[in-house]
């Protein structure tokens, strides 16, 4: 099992930034990926961010490139989401998901986070 402590979130006014954070323990080692979902009222959890372990390669939303940024703290076994030039349409609750196979796939993560508000006022 994996467990995925999220951090981070709360209110902040259209063109601010926010940083989210992941703490991932237990079998770490059993995943390969790590990515970020969120999840606004009446619509589906849909991917932000994803980040490969082995090669800390990176993949974006459109709707969130050049302005999120996913990053890895390997040493503490920690996820990062800073979040720039943040607009209303970003406000949702934020995901942080562990699991192998295409970081863009929902059904690639098999541990989820407990997940984080985020608010974005106009």
């Known amino acids: 099992q994996v467990q995925l402590v999220e951090s981070g979130g709360g209110l902040v006014q259209a063109g601010g930034s926010l940083r989210l954070s992941c703490v991932a323990s237990?079998?770490?080692?059993?995943?390969?990926?790590m990515g970020w979902f969120r999840q606004a009222p009446g619509k589906e959890r849909e991917f932000v961010a994803g980040i490969v372990w082995r090669n800390s390669a990176t993949y974006y939303a459109d709707s969130v490139k050049g302005r999120f940024t996913i990053s890895r703290d390997n040493a503490k076994n920690t996820v990062l989401l800073q979040m720039n030039s943040l607009k209303p349409e970003d406000t949702a609750v934020y995901y942080c998901?562990?699991?192998?196979?295409?970081?863009?796939?929902?059904?690639?993560?098999?541990?989820w986070g407990q997940g984080t508000q985020v608010t974005v006022s106009s």
């Open positions: 237990g079998r770490t080692f059993s995943v390969s990926a």
């Open positions: 998901a562990a699991g192998s196979g295409n970081v863009y796939y929902h059904s690639s993560y098999n541990y």
